[in-house]
């Protein structure tokens, strides 16, 4: 998930710079935040399956919760930037938090009112995750030695990606029954029967979404509470120039497509793991099931940035991206073309390859970009926006040639990113 780069310095609550241990209990607090919004992400994995039998919806028409989450990112991205200037980070941050809180409780009134009701509580959720990425992500730099910030980082992001990996046993335990009856079934089901369990699957969301908001209210509070440093954007900042101008520089721009596409990939591969594992020739099992497996996927990445945090001390960032970007296609190909187990523990392992990704591909991208690396860094964030949009060709070519074969689009997103980890291998020559 996304790091902000904002040039800013610290001062302490009351003026004098804040000791280690004042400053240890913040950021308890804000790592919290960053294994909220894991969770939130991911459990997504699990509500795309689950609306798309209770609404008996099209691969397309499920799609449109990652349409309406990621694309949050593009269209607030920009707007929360603006309020986290206006309310401070601190106040900002709580406004995220109200907001995503806000949204879980749309989940509420979603269950009994239909699927438009759940996309517009999707959105609102992640417009509000949005808003509290812009104002943590800073925090996490200032909130101790400057030397270990890349460090504290690296735990959050660990933090975020635990968040990820618990989600989908919990989304499977909570929400899947066991017991579906799949889309043939149903339709045998006489008229009032259909409306009954729609109606008590719909209903299996309420209870999670609104423990998930009060624990985001709680949060909010404690933020709100907390005696935090202020932080203040450095003064002599020259003036980072004109949007237009980014443009000019092409590493920041095929890296802004970078992003796109890993993003796109990323959530894609995770939005179709259930129906692919549900399919008899691959896993045969129930939705419930398959929802601990998707924790494998996502807790794949989380070992895999532990691995490369120690490989690319060795290895160029570019040649370790190529080369986890090549794996990921050779590993989809043996999903697409193979079956039973095998083809599902190689998807699976692309988690393990997509750990790296977005750091390396968001560094590269900022390389030696000054005081520019602020702008630059809103315009990576909103290609976030990839995640709306690459799961919807998914969707369309798993109507038309089934769910096995769809994984030919995220497949395509890596070629480009391995020739972007060859194009810039020698960015970062020492």
Same mark, same amino acid.
């Given at each position: 998930m996304p790091h902000h780069s904002h040039a800013a310095h610290v001062r302490g609550t009351d003026g004098p710079p804040a000791d280690a241990r004042e400053l240890s209990r913040p950021l308890i607090v804000v790592t919290l935040l960053f294994f909220m919004w894991g969770l939130l992400t991911s459990l997504n994995d699990v509500l795309i399956p689950h609306l798309k039998a209770v609404y008996t919806l099209t691969y397309v028409q499920a799609?449109?919760?990652? *349409?309406?989450?990621?694309?949050?990112? =593009?269209?607030v991205s920009v707007p929360a930037g603006l309020l986290v200037r206006? =309310? %401070?980070?601190?106040?900002?941050?709580? $406004?995220?938090?109200v907001v995503a809180a806000l949204g879980c409780a749309l989940f509420y009134p979603a269950a009994v009112s239909g699927y438009g009701i759940f996309l517009l509580a999707f959105f609102v959720l992640a417009a509000g995750i949005t808003v509290l990425q812009v104002a943590a992500n800073p925090y996490v730099t200032v909130l101790g030695d400057p030397r270990t910030a890349s460090s504290r980082l690296t735990l959050t992001q660990a933090f975020n990606a635990l968040g990820?990996?618990?989600? +989908?046993?919990?989304?499977? /335990?909570?929400?899947?029954?066991?017991?579906m009856p799949d889309a043939a079934q149903r339709s045998a089901l006489p008229a009032a029967q259909q409306l009954a369990y729609r109606a008590h699957e719909a209903a299996s969301?309420?209870? +999670?979404?609104?423990?998930? !908001?009060?624990?985001?209210? #709680? @949060?909010?509070? @404690?933020?709100? #509470?907390?005696?935090?440093?202020?932080?203040a954007d450095a003064p002599g900042d020259a003036p980072p120039g004109r949007f !237009?101008? @980014?443009?000019?520089?092409?590493h920041l721009m095929l890296g802004t497509l970078g992003i796109f596409l890993y993003v796109g990939g990323e959530v894609s591969i995770g939005s179709f793991l259930i129906n692919f594992m549900e399919d008899p020739r691959i896993g045969g099992m129930t939705a419930a099931q398959a929802a601990n497996?998707?924790?494998?996927?996502?807790?794949? $990445?989380?070992?895999?940035?532990?691995?490369? *945090?120690?490989? /690319?001390?060795?290895?160029?960032? %570019?040649? $370790?991206l190529a080369f986890n970007a090549v794996v990921s296609i050779a590993l989809i190909a043996a999903a697409v073309l193979g079956s039973g187990? +095998?083809?599902?523990?190689?998807?699976? $392992?692309?988690?393990?390859?997509?750990?790296? /990704?977005? +750091?390396?591909?968001?560094?590269? !991208? =900022?390389?030696?970009? %000054?005081?520019?690396?602020?702008? !630059?860094?809103? @315009? =990576?964030?909103?290609?976030?926006?990839?995640g709306a949009l690459v799961p919807f060709a998914q969707g369309a070519l798993a109507d038309a040639a089934g769910v096995q074969l769809s994984f030919i689009v995220p497949a395509a997103c890596y070629a480009f990113i391995a020739?972007?980890?060859v194009r810039f291998a020698n960015l970062h020559k020492r």
């Open positions: 799609m449109l919760v990652q *349409f309406c989450f990621f694309g949050a990112y =593009l269209l206006r =309310l %401070g980070y601190q106040r900002g941050a709580v $406004a995220g938090l990820t990996t618990v989600a +989908p046993i919990l989304g499977g /335990m909570l929400i899947l029954s066991g017991d969301v309420q209870v +999670p979404y609104l423990v998930l !908001a009060g624990a985001l209210l #709680l @949060l909010a509070m @404690l933020f709100a #509470l907390a005696r935090l440093p202020r932080i !237009a101008d @980014l443009l000019a520089h092409r497996y998707v924790s494998l996927y996502w807790g794949g $990445a989380m070992v895999g940035r532990f691995i490369g *945090f120690a490989v /690319m001390r060795k290895v160029s960032p %570019g040649r $370790a187990k +095998p083809a599902m523990y190689a998807i699976l $392992a692309v988690g393990l390859c997509n750990s790296i /990704m977005f +750091p390396t591909i968001f560094s590269l !991208a =900022l390389h030696g970009l %000054g005081n520019r690396t602020g702008q !630059a860094s809103g @315009l =990576l964030c909103m290609a976030i926006g990839g020739w972007f980890g």
